[in-house]
């Protein structure tokens, strides 16, 4: 219903002033078109039951109501099809000529229908355009003019004047609105613009995102890793192409379950199992590992995903890396059966050698004068040193093989000094440096550890600070911190280390200024064997140095006192 | 019993060189190179009053001679039984077993004066 009636109101016009005007002509042609007809029907219903109507008067008034509804529709169609210009004037001069003839002429100059004229004056203004209505103003008073003369009365200025005074007021009522809907439409412009502005924008970025996403996918199917992303729960959610080729299974086994159905796998061998079993359970990043798949061993890295946007710091899911790891794993035991067959094959020459200078050294065979015992010496010297480098490189390979391992045993520190003493005294003596030691009285006498590792981190502590001090004093001191630790401090009054250099003393093969190398030898192996005998022993090392002053490596060290030993060893 | 020292070491140079010590403080010395034949010398031998017995040896382990054979039998109770090694911690696993463990590079002096503190007083 609503449609209809704005079907037959609406007029298709690109100016929407245009349209309003003429929306509102047929508006009051829709009006009066129903008011006609009442009329028509009034008239009609009247002349057929009332006695004694003037039959001439109904004709004429049914006449007249025809022409009228007849001059509404030719109107309409004006205003649909050709202009509302033409329409709107036509309809307010049909409008004047109706009230003209409506009353007697004295009545419309200066009686009750005078109130007539100002009914078009008013609509001029809002179906033609604003200053329209001074010109039916002007068309009023010209009627009203003319009607007044033709019965001979004067002129009535006042009502001319308040013609116009109403086409003023009229006018400038239309105007304000016009202007109003003006500014209304400049604003809904305005909006319109913004509006098609912001969803170009979200089309734009909508489509980045959606390159992006395809190249993020593109950048994800062309790793060569196998990649999964889990959630919070462990499901995974997106697994690329390449998990196929390294785990040799279908993609669609993975995505979607939950990754305790792949680490239940039969090709996953149980202590791998084990590990992916806590690699789930541990909330912290947990650092990358190797697992056995069958035949194959994968590298698997794991890193926590947060969510960093909206102020939280929230877990969103887990992404894991897997390597297939074989080649290098193989590799990799390759080089330390080499590294071990060769330090082997290199030792025991070296002992003979040992041995035979020694004997030199002894005079097993005949007398031997200064220079000669001197010379065995030497070799005996520089042999050790070779044998000692080689015994770095073997346990530095077998650390990275993985194969070195703390062995507990009751120790007793006090061995452990002594020991120490019998390699480094005169080693130490032999540069004029003073080596003292000490053991605080809070240390028990025996403690749970590795004693042939704790040794050698003692010798190459030691060892390490004799390299580089040049007179003083070289202090070893175990102590006990506290309660569930204990330690061992190495102090020198040697060169010290440039605090740049710090960080990286403990870095495989790292050897500080290669100018102090030289001088000194070695492989640069010392200390970064000793940090990784500490940290498999599960301590720490820490070091504090000042150039020129000296330098002091402390250890601490889970403290472990054997119970059940205790009593036999202090039987000893 | 004999004073004999039975040196069971594969490398020839480290075998002599033992041998010297030993020889030093006036045992008999008596060289075998590898296992077989130390299993073979110590089943029908006499047992000598020492064995310096090194642990890696060819095809019989110097740590299954130990325990398979020296352990066993009886006729080795009273012997002197002295490991040698590279491996600290291989030595530091048989130390209940035997009566020395000397961790490689030995010592010349170290090993003649050990065996000369071993040597039964009344011939040194």
């Known amino acids: 219903m609503r449609a209809l009636i704005s079907k037959i109101l609406d007029v298709r016009t690109a100016d929407p002033d245009d349209?309003?005007?003429?929306?509102?002509?047929?508006?009051?042609?829709?009006?009066?078109?129903?008011?006609?007809?009442?009329?028509?029907?009034?008239?009609?219903?009247?002349?057929?039951?009332?006695?004694?109507?003037?039959?001439?008067?109904?004709?004429?008034?049914?006449?007249?109501?025809?022409?009228?509804?007849?001059?509404?529709?030719?109107?309409?169609?004006?205003?649909?099809?050709?202009?509302?210009?033409v329409a709107g004037l036509t309809f307010l001069?049909?409008?004047?000529?109706?009230?003209?003839?409506?009353?007697?002429?004295?009545?419309?100059?200066?009686?009750?229908?005078?109130?007539?004229?100002?009914?078009?004056?008013?609509?001029?203004?809002?179906?033609?355009?604003?200053?329209?209505?001074?010109?039916?103003?002007a068309i009023s008073s010209v009627i009203v003019s003319w009607l007044a003369l033709s019965i001979g009365s004067a002129v009535n200025v006042f009502v001319i004047a308040g013609f116009f005074v109403l086409a003023l007021v009229s006018w400038l009522a239309a105007r304000s609105l016009e202007q109003a809907l003006q500014e209304l439409r400049v604003i809904n412009a305005n909006l319109d613009q913004v509006v098609t502005e912001r969803t170009h924008e979200l089309a734009q970025a909508l489509e980045r995102e959606r390159i992006e996403a395809g190249r993020n996918q593109a950048i994800l199917n062309s790793i060569a890793d196998g990649v999964v992303v889990f959630d919070t729960r462990w499901n995974a959610i997106l697994v690329n192409p390449a998990l196929r080729g390294i785990l040799d299974m279908p993609t669609e086994l993975i995505v979607n379950k939950n990754f305790s159905d792949l680490i239940e796998?039969?090709?996953?061998?149980?202590?791998?199992?084990?590990?992916?079993?806590?690699?789930?359970?541990?909330?912290?990043?947990?650092?990358?590992?190797?697992?056995?798949?069958?035949?194959?061993?994968?590298?698997?890295?794991?890193?926590?995903?947060?969510?960093?946007?909206?102020?939280?710091?929230?877990?969103?899911?887990?992404?894991?890396?897997?390597?297939?790891?074989?080649?290098?794993a193989e590799v990799e035991k390759l080089k330390s059966t080499f590294v071990a067959i060769v330090s082997h094959e290199l030792r025991t020459p070296l002992n003979a050698i040992l041995g035979y200078a020694e004997m030199f050294k002894e005079s097993v065979y005949g007398p031997m004068n200064d220079k000669q015992v001197n010379m065995a010496e030497r070799i005996m010297?520089?042999?050790?040193?070779?044998?000692?480098?080689?015994?770095d490189l073997l346990d530095q390979a077998q650390m990275e093989a993985g194969r070195l391992t703390i062995q507990m045993a009751p120790v007793r520190p006090a061995d452990l000094l002594e020991n120490m003493h019998s390699v480094m005294d005169q080693i130490a003596q032999e540069k004029n440096l003073k080596l003292t030691s000490e053991i605080d009285a809070g240390l028990p006498h025996f403690l749970n550890g590795d004693g042939a590792r704790l040794q050698q981190i003692l010798v190459n502590l030691v060892n390490n600070a004799v390299k580089f001090t040049a007179q003083g004093t070289i202090h070893v001191r175990l102590f006990c911190p506290y309660e569930n630790k204990w330690g061992i401090?190495?102090?020198?009054?040697?060169?010290?280390?440039?605090?740049?250099?710090?960080?990286?003393?403990?870095?495989?093969?790292?050897?500080?200024?290669?100018?102090?190398?030289?001088?000194?030898?070695?492989?640069?192996?010392?200390?970064?064997?000793?940090?990784?005998?500490?940290?498999?022993?599960?301590?720490?090392?820490?070091?504090?140095?000042?150039?020129?002053?000296g330098t002091t490596f402390t250890i601490t060290l889970p403290l472990v006192v054997p119970a059940e030993s205790l009593e036999t060893w202090r039987n000893l | 019993m004999s004073q004999t020292a039975l040196i069971i070491e594969d490398d020839e140079d480290l075998a002599s060189i033992f041998a010297e010590a030993i020889r030093g403080v006036d045992f008999e010395v008596e060289l075998v190179a590898d296992g077989r034949m130390a299993e073979e010398r110590l089943k029908n031998g006499p047992p000598p009053f020492l064995i310096l017995l090194d642990m890696h040896l060819p095809h019989i382990s110097g740590a299954d001679l130990l325990m398979n054979i020296i352990k066993k039998d009886e006729r080795f109770t009273k012997t002197i039984v002295i490991i040698t090694t590279?491996?600290?911690?291989?030595?530091?696993?048989?130390?209940?077993?035997?009566?020395?463990?000397?961790?490689?590079?030995?010592?010349?002096?170290?090993?003649?004066?050990?065996?000369?503190?071993?040597?039964?007083?009344?011939?040194?």
Request: charged content about 20%.
């Open chain 1, 19 to 85: 349209a309003r005007r003429r929306r509102l002509l047929n508006i009051l042609l829709l009006g009066i078109f129903i008011v006609a007809v009442f009329a028509l029907i009034g008239t009609l219903i009247d002349s057929a039951f009332r006695q004694g109507a003037d039959p001439e008067e109904t004709q004429l008034t049914i006449f007249a109501t025809v022409l009228a509804i007849v001059g509404i529709f030719v109107i309409y169609l004006i205003n649909r099809r050709a202009s509302g210009y």
């Open chain 1, 93 to 137: 001069l049909l409008l004047t000529g109706i009230f003209i003839i409506s009353d007697s002429p004295q009545q419309l100059t200066e009686g009750r229908s005078l109130f007539l004229f100002t009914i078009p004056i008013t609509i001029s203004s809002l179906i033609l355009a604003p200053r329209a209505s001074f010109l039916l103003a």
């Open chain 1, 265 to 328: 796998h039969p090709r996953l061998s149980p202590k791998s199992r084990q590990l992916l079993h806590a690699m789930m359970q541990h909330d912290t990043q947990p650092p990358s590992f190797r697992v056995e798949w069958g035949k194959k061993t994968l590298s698997i890295s794991a890193a926590q995903v947060y969510d960093n946007s909206k102020d939280r710091n929230a877990n969103i899911g887990t992404v894991t890396v897997f390597r297939d790891f074989t080649r290098e």
């Open chain 1, 381 to 391: 010297k520089n042999t050790q040193r070779l044998l000692r480098l080689i015994n």
């Open chain 1, 489 to 549: 401090e190495v102090s020198d009054t040697g060169l010290g280390i440039p605090e740049e250099e710090v960080p990286k003393i403990f870095d495989t093969f790292h050897q500080v200024e290669s100018g102090v190398t030289r001088v000194h030898g070695g492989f640069g192996l010392g200390l970064s064997i000793v940090k990784q005998l500490v940290n498999l022993m599960g301590g720490e090392i820490h070091v504090h140095s000042n150039v020129g002053m």
């Open chain 2, 86 to 124: 590279a491996d600290a911690r291989m030595g530091e696993a048989y130390t209940e077993h035997v009566d020395f463990v000397m961790i490689k590079p030995i010592s010349f002096v170290q090993l003649r004066d050990l065996t000369s503190r071993l040597k039964p007083k009344e011939q040194s």
